[in-house]
Every structure is written in C-alpha cells, then in structure tokens.
C-alpha cells in the first residue's frame, strides 16, 4: 500500500512540475494533456490495490451472506 502512494505522489508532483512548465511556455494544450496522462498514469498504478480491495469485499460480502 505504501509503494502505491509513493509512486502516485512522485507522478502526481511530476506531472503537476510538468504541466506548470508547459503552462509557463506557452502550451495550454500541452498542459492539459500533460495533467491527463498523470491521473491516467495515477489510476494505472491503483489498480492492483483496487483489485485487492475489491477481492476483500467480495470474499466478505460472501462470508456474511
């Protein structure tokens, strides 16, 4: 769980880094791509902690049931 933050914050801190360069450049639509490809990159890296999470509410919803 902890990898998973660090790797979301260092994308997040450089993708932020990046779209602000791309802003002070001139590059609105640059930018905005940018900023995309970071939360896409983001979700990415979550997904085997979302797919642990949701195995554990299954397997629980199935228990009290």
């Known amino acids: ?3 998973v933050c660090f ?3 260092g994308i997040s801190y450089l993708s ?3 779209v602000n360069a791309c802003k ?3 590059q609105q639509g640059l930018a ?3 900023g995309f490809f ?3 990159s983001m ?3 979550s997904v085997p902690l979302l797919q642990t ?3 554990t509410m299954s397997s629980l919803l199935q228990k009290g049931g």
């Open 1 to 3: 769980v902890k990898t």
């Open 7 to 9: 790797l979301n914050m």
């Open 16 to 18: 932020q880094f990046a």
């Open 24 to 26: 002070d450049a001139g």
């Open 32 to 34: 905005g791509q940018v």
């Open 38 to 40: 970071g939360k896409i």
């Open 43 to 45: 979700l990415l890296c």
């Open 53 to 55: 999470l949701w195995e």
